[in-house]
Nanobody, 127 residues
Framework: QVQLVESGGGLVQAGGSLRLSCAAS????????MSWFRQAPGKEREFVAG???????????YYGDSVKGRFTISGDKDKNTVYLQMNSLKPDDTAVYYC?????????????????WGQGTQVTVSS
């Protein structure tokens, strides 16, 4: 069983920054991939960024096209925690952001491949 707890959401003006955190309680997995998805009102859930946390050493993260160059995912495998640094935020980034996890090291961008989800944290970007 994996439990994910997100934090760091809030209200920010366009052009500003926020940092999301997701702490995972992992009982049995030795290899785990963690990702962020987001869902804006009236829109489908969208992949944001992912990384194989258990192999975290930087350089192997991947991103959705809409956030490339602005968002950075990083990890701390000792703390089982991933972070999403969001810079140059736009009103279109307004959404509920979800932390997800799956066993294994994989480059998965489809929500159906992630069995574990956090409760979500709201990010609102004002214009």
């Amino acid at each position: 069983q994996v439990q994910l707890v997100e934090s760091g959401g809030g209200l920010v003006q366009a052009g500003g920054s926020l940092r999301l955190s997701c702490a995972a309680s992992i009982r049995t997995f030795s290899r785990i991939t963690m990702s962020w998805f987001r869902q804006a009102p009236g829109k489908e859930r969208e992949f944001v960024a992912g990384t194989p946390l258990s192999a975290w050493s930087g350089g192997i993260e991947y991103y959705g096209d809409s956030v490339k160059g602005r968002f950075t995912i990083s990890g701390d495998k000792d703390k089982n925690t991933v972070y999403l640094q969001m810079n140059s935020l736009k009103p279109d980034d307004t959404a509920v952001y979800y932390c997800t996890a799956r066993e294994g090291v994989t480059r998965a961008t489809t929500q159906g491949l992630y069995p574990y989800w956090g409760q979500g944290t709201q990010v609102t970007v004002s214009s």
